[in-house]
């Protein structure tokens, strides 16, 4: 029996959102392959910022999940690749994120596939993920999305991580 997708909607983050999401990613199981430790609120502030301008410039953008009772449980979407100095350059970048509590209920698959959709949408042909080869709850993500791993890079944190694309 399959199991029912979560109740959830995705929201342009708003500028409460930062808060939210440095309190609901504030753990170090959810912070494991994003540096190790829980990020300042500032990094937050300046993550939804960007995001309210690509959504403005680009249609799309890494959206709030809000749960059951608008709980925010993490985030979604898409983004122009933000590094210079490594990995898929110029190229459109999906992402997710939850807070611990709510691993394991479906909505990282669930969010990123209504992010597949949105982008495709907007005209975006093709995308990546950046996963980490030890991340193995994203690596499953990416492998139910329909995603193929294509190159690996190394991290300005010296680190390797897997990129998967996806023809939209």
């Given amino acids: 029996m399959t199991k029912p997708l979560p109740l959830m909607g995705l929201r342009v983050p708003t500028d409460e959102d930062a808060l939210s999401w440095h309190r609901v990613f504030a753990h170090p199981d959810v912070m494991e392959f994003h540096g190790g430790a829980p990020a300042e609120l500032s990094v937050y502030e300046e993550l ?13 953008c890494f959206w709030t999940i809000v749960g059951e009772e608008d709980k925010v449980v993490g985030f979604t979407g898409a983004q122009p690749w933000p ?4 990995g898929p350059v110029g190229e459109i970048e999906i992402g997710w994120r939850l807070g611990r509590d709510h691993w394991g209920r479906g909505y990282a698959t669930a969010a990123a596939r209504a992010t597949l959709e949105r ?5 975006v042909g093709q995308v990546v993920a950046m996963v980490s080869p030890r991340n193995e709850r994203s ?3 990416a492998r139910r999305l329909g995603m193929e791993r294509a190159e690996t890079y190394t991290t300005s944190s010296k680190q390797e991580a897997h990129c998967f694309r996806l023809a939209l």
């Fill in 139 to 141: 690596l499953a993500v």
């Fill in 119 to 123: 982008v495709r949408e907007a005209g």
């Fill in 83 to 86: 590094h210079e100095s490594f």
């Fill in 48 to 60: 939804t910022a960007r995001q309210r301008r690509h959504d403005a410039e680009r249609g799309f």
